[in-house]
């Protein structure tokens, strides 16, 4: 994600939280670690937030987006490394969800049905694209997000 200070400098601010993963259930991980962005939330006085997920990252966005609802404007996952979560009916905020056409691990099929999961979500599946987006197809992948966070903002 350290890619979208690049992609985002004079749209979005960035905070890159990274946080340990070691000694915790996977199932209960994802929920762990979106306690510790609304505390980083809280920490920085920070109003609604937008949050961005890469891979393993988008559990952990799309746990945040279903937790604190009253806190998140919208959520973008990238090659979604999410398995079947219950949270993701409860996100009521605006999501996108990404994936390369070319990604065989992360791609569209694994990423189009978190998106049926999710009400109002968007999917896109960049071409000629594999897992990581943000370099691989950095103009196709940021004009992608600049056009869904142009759209309202829940």
Do not use: K, W
Not at 71 to 94: E, M, Y
Request: include cysteine.
């Amino acid at each position: 994600m350290r890619q979208h200070n690049a992609l985002f400098p004079y749209v979005l601010r960035s905070y890159l939280i990274d946080l340990p993963c070691a000694g915790h259930p996977a199932r209960h991980l994802a929920v762990r670690q979106a306690s510790l962005y609304e505390l980083a939330r809280r920490s920085l006085g920070l109003g609604r937030v937008i949050v961005f997920g890469h891979s393993s990252g988008s559990a952990a966005a799309l746990a945040y987006a279903a937790t604190y609802r009253q806190h998140t404007a919208a959520c973008v996952i990238v090659a979604p490394d999410v398995q079947a979560c219950p949270l993701l009916r409860r996100i009521s905020c605006r999501t996108l969800v990404v994936a390369g056409e070319l990604d065989l691990s992360y791609g569209p099929a694994q990423a189009r049905p978190i998106a049926g999961e999710i009400p109002g979500s968007e999917f896109v599946a960049l071409p000629d694209c594999g897992r990581l987006p943000a370099m691989e197809s950095p103009d196709g992948y940021r004009q992608v997000v600049l056009d869904f966070l142009r759209g309202p903002l829940c």
